[in-house]
T-cell receptor, first 113, second 112 residues
Framework: AAGVIQSPRHLIKEKRETATLKCYPI?????VYWYQQGPGQDPQFLIS???????DKGSIPDRFSAQQFSDYHSELNMSSLELGDSALYFC????????????FGPGTRLTVT | SQQGEEDPQALSIQEGENATMNCSYK?????LQWYRQNSGRGLVHLIL?????REKHSGRLRVTLDTSKKSSSLLITASRAADTASYFC????????????FGSGTQLTVLP
């Protein structure tokens, strides 16, 4: 069965640079979520989208923005990167009638140097 | 804010033994789920228990939920070295349930 696809899998950026992470949800899933997991930490919810509109917002810094496109894929844009942004970034998707049943992608490991 | 607290933070057992991990949460919930994460990898969904359920089984997994104590436990029976991973509980809160709040995880090591 198709799973959530994230790209790139690994990304190395320098401080103050910009990064874009992409997420392709499971086919027919209309809701996308982004989570951040710092080293040794639990995943923290950042933001979610339903039908291309932002639906919930968590602990997402103002330097980050995200959007969901007409094909339901989503992008997380991160600007003015800081060392503390180094983390695993997970995307998850679900159908809108079962939002608790979130399927996670393999994650993008972002390293900021 | 962190919803769930995992207990213990780390657990080391011998292959064949049972492993029990606990999770506590603070607010009311719709569902509680357990996820597994191999080192630095993705989160794999293990089992979901609804707020009106008390116990659920799936293969070697047994989950209990006590909403009066706001706690859950995950039991892995007859553990295998391949069960070595971090285990997280995650809750979704009414009414929206559109975000999961994760606990801090238990690192389980199963020694061969």
């Amino acid at each position: 069965a198709a799973g959530v696809i994230q790209s790139p899998r690994h990304l190395i950026k320098e401080k103050r640079e910009t990064a874009t992470l992409k997420c392709y949800p499971i086919p027919r899933h209309d809701t996308v979520y982004w989570y951040q997991q710092g080293p040794g930490q639990d995943p923290q919810f950042l933001i979610s989208f339903y039908e291309k509109m932002q639906s919930d917002k968590g602990s997402i810094p103002d330097r980050f923005s995200a959007q969901q496109f007409s094909d339901y894929h989503s992008e997380l844009n991160m600007s003015s990167l800081e060392l503390g942004d180094s983390a695993l970034y997970f995307c998850a998707s679900s159908s809108s009638d079962r939002t608790y049943e979130q399927y996670f992608g393999p994650g993008t490991r972002l390293t900021v140097t | 804010s962190q919803q769930g607290e995992e207990d213990p933070q780390a657990l080391s057992i011998q292959e064949g033994e049972n492993a029990t991990m606990n999770c506590s949460y603070k607010t009311s919930i719709n569902n509680l789920q357990w996820y597994r994460q191999n080192s630095g990898r993705g989160l794999v969904h293990l089992i979901l228990i609804r707020s009106n359920e008390r116990e659920k089984h799936s293969g070697r997994l047994r989950v209990t939920l006590d909403t009066s104590k706001k706690s859950s436990s995950l039991l892995i029976t007859a553990s295998r070295a391949a069960d070595t991973a971090s285990y997280f509980c995650a809750t979704d809160d009414p009414p929206s349930a559109r975000q999961l709040t994760f606990g801090s995880g238990t690192q389980l090591t199963v020694l061969p």
